[in-house]
């Protein structure tokens, strides 16, 4: 089963609302538009936005992504990569792109998982518990949530930290780079920006997605993929400069897939509504807001390539 929703980035219109493949499926009457389901690492980036805003991290400080124990009320949580492996020490801009467990679950120790339901509550994602009921687990998408409001999530990324709700019926655009009406600022600016610009970075998700990616388009997008416990929910959510796409693929009946993965799943789909929607319409990377600054940034042992980063 899947499910596709596009908003307009400037009014949160909502282009298109697919909540089943119809026919196709043996539960045809399920909406996976505003079906809950765990959304894996699509929640990483709000994650890291906040770190960056409360500048306990920038997109060039390092995180271990090696075998960790981290001891709660309920015992020992000990967090696992996609593939089973760990890379070491990495960037925050590769541990984000790569989508990388152990640094993300780090990232959320340094942000607490109390103050970070709170910013997912402020993008308008409806958390039925607390950040303290979910733990550590939230920063790997433990809670349960619909597509429409991820992808109206990822759309205040794409509008600069500006957090609106969508706009079921067709409305009059507001005036180009102006925010839709009812807009408030949900995350910083600045770092809501980078996070943009991290996943837009095809080399930095290479260490996971490999440099050919189906993730990379030929205009500029910014995307993030997921997946849920057992292989039951697979997302791919990013933005371009005029539009918002969210995909979920998976089973209506909660059973798990197989062999199916964040880049065979949701990924082609995603990638396939936005080379549509820009076949003859430009994207072009936003404009840093001001306040920003780009430095040329080396790193010892050779960890990763020198490069300039924002801050």
Known sequence: DGAVVVLDNASGEVLAWVGSSGEL????????????????????????AQAIAEQRLTAGSLLEDAPTHIPT????????????????????????????NVPAVRTLVMVSPEAFARQLRAVGLPLK????????????GSAELP????????????????FSEVA????????????????RLALEPRAAFIVGDILSDP????????????????????????????????????????????????????????????????????AAVMQQLHARTPSRAPVPPAGLVSQRVTFGQQLEAARSEWF
Do not use: C
């Not at 045809?28 to 890291?48: C, H, I, M, N, W």
């Not at 020992?76 to 890379?87: A, E, G, S, T, V």
């Not at 518990?129 to 790997?140: F, H, I, Q, R, V």
């Open 25 to 48: 499926s043996d539960a045809a009457e399920v909406d996976g538009v505003l079906a809950p389901r765990q959304p894996g690492s699509t929640l990483k980036p709000f994650l890291y």
């Open 73 to 100: 009320a309920s015992g020992l949580y000990i967090p696992q990569n996609y593939d089973r492996q760990f890379k070491g020490w990495v960037s925050a801009r590769t541990a984000l792109a790569a989508s990388l």
């Open 129 to 140: 518990e607390t950040g303290d009921y979910y733990g550590y687990s939230l920063a790997l």
């Open 147 to 162: 597509l429409l409001a991820l992808t109206n999530a990822y759309r205040a990324l794409a509008n600069g930290g500006h």
């Open 168 to 183: 079921i019926r067709p409305t009059s655009s507001p005036a180009k780079g102006a925010a839709a009406p009812g807009a």
């Open 203 to 270: 080399n930095a998700r290479a260490r996971t997605f490999g440099t050919d990616s189906v993730l990379a388009t030929r205009f500029w997008t910014a995307v993030k993929t997921g997946t849920s416990k057992d292989m039951r929910d697979n997302w791919a959510v990013g933005w371009s400069q005029r539009y918002t796409v969210g995909v979920w693929v998976g089973n209506a009946s909660g059973a798990a897939m197989h062999d199916v993965s964040g880049t065979s799943g949701a990924a082609p789909i995603w």
